[in-house]
């Protein structure tokens, strides 16, 4: 089951067990990635939402409790196209729900994120602190930025959500890519959200890019314990990427009513929506994804111009007492979620997978 590309990328990762907690933006923390680091695999950290000073100081905040290695990841997007009628349009369709809290719409909207492919900061700072691994997602980084980061001795990742996607990862030189299916989590990593999503599935997925790209292939979406893990093992994949297993664990960022949420008739109903922050993610059923189905994508702003009004109307939410305005991100396999320390849980997945593989 082990093939030559596994044990590679396992040795380049310095990893022992072949898991990496997927990086989440607002959702894993450094010592989340700490406890998975000191436990054989990898540990991350998304960064996409952070400047070049705050991705640093969570870096340290790691190295404070690990000498393991660590993923840091970024968001590769196109630079948001501002419109500012749609905007302003998007914002009069939000009013009832921010009056319902007792509460107005901001002004007008803001590309809340810089994009990694024009944060020249970013960039050196990776280059400076050499964490063992920057991933990618919502595309690629210039030809620069990953000789840079390659001459600095940083293995870099990068998320397909298809054949052609992984085909230019392996293009530009990238070194494993993430197969990331439509059960996952999170945004959908797609280069471009406006073109048909073929919505491969993980399984799929990881056994096409397993035959069609040379390169390893990291399994992303719905596996949430060992069986799964020994599942895209036995497709080929190298190591599985896990992001629902981990938003309940102790380390974890999420708040009180997201976990609620997760442990609720709500995961099972996970539902891919754009309206949270103009691109596809999946999300918890919750009332935002409710009104997401109820509006057309065009009319949606461009991410993550859409994303500060939903974090203002999450805020709104959370001061009047609701909770259900939140990115609440989660996978298919949300019922399958536990409350444990990451420490804990990748001691269950590790006996797990053993007693699967055996
Ligand atoms: C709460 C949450 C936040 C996420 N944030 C990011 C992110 O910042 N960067 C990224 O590359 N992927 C992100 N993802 C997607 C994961 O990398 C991965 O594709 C996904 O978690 C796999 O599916 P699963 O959640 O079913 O395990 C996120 C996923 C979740 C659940």
């Known amino acids: 089951m082990a093939t030559n ?22 959702t894993s923390s450094p010592a989340m990635a700490a406890a998975v680091s000191e436990s054989g ?45 749609k905007e302003l349009a998007w914002l009069e369709r939000l009013r009832p729900q921010f009056e319902r809290m007792g509460a107005v719409p901001p002004d007008a909207l803001h ?4 994009a990694f492919l024009s944060d020249a900061d970013m960039l050196d700072m990776l280059v400076e602190e050499k964490p063992k691994a920057v991933s990618f997602h919502f595309g690629l980084p210039t030809r620069p930025q990953i000789e840079a980061l390659h001459h600095a001795g940083i293995v870099l990742l990068a ?25 996952a989590g999170g945004h959908r990593g797609m280069f471009d959200p406006d073109v048909e999503d073929s919505r491969l599935g993980t399984l799929a997925l990881t056994r096409v890019l397993v035959q069609e790209v040379d390169l390893p292939v990291i399994a992303a979406g719905g596996i949430m314990d060992g069986a799964g893990i020994a599942a895209v093992l036995s497709l080929g994949a190298s190591a599985a990427q896990m992001g629902t ?5 102790d380390e974890s960022l999420a708040d009180a009513g997201y976990r609620k949420l ?8 996970t539902i891919m929506t754009r309206a949270i922050s103009g691109r596809p993610a999946r999300s918890l059923a919750n009332d935002f994804t409710r009104l997401g189905s109820s509006v057309s994508d065009d009319s949606i702003p461009d991410y993550p111009i859409a994303y500060d009004a939903g974090k203002s109307l999450n805020a709104a939410g959370k001061a009047a007492g609701q909770t259900g305005y939140g990115a ?9 979620a536990r409350a444990l320390s990451a420490h804990a849980l990748m001691q269950a997945l590790k006996n797990e997978l053993d007693q699967a593989l055996s």
């Open 5 to 26: 590309h596994s044990h590679r990328l396992l040795a380049r990762l310095g990893i022992t067990v072949p898991i990496i907690q997927a990086p989440m933006a607002g």
């Open 41 to 85: 695999g990898l540990g991350s950290l998304g960064v996409g939402a952070m400047n070049a000073a705050k991705a640093r100081e969570a870096i340290h905040q790691f190295r404070k409790e690990s000498t393991g290695p660590l993923n840091i990841n970024v968001f590769t997007h196109r630079p948001a196209r501002a419109n500012t009628q």
């Open 111 to 114: 590309e809340i994120y810089t």
């Open 159 to 183: 998320t397909a959500t298809n054949l052609e996607e992984a085909k230019a990862i392996e293009a530009a030189g990238i070194d494993a890519i993430v197969a990331q299916g439509y059960e």
């Open 245 to 249: 297993a981990f938003v309940a664990t």
């Open 262 to 269: 997760l442990f609720s008739d709500a995961a099972r109903h």
């Open 328 to 336: 609440q991100w989660a996978g298919q396999g949300a019922p399958l």
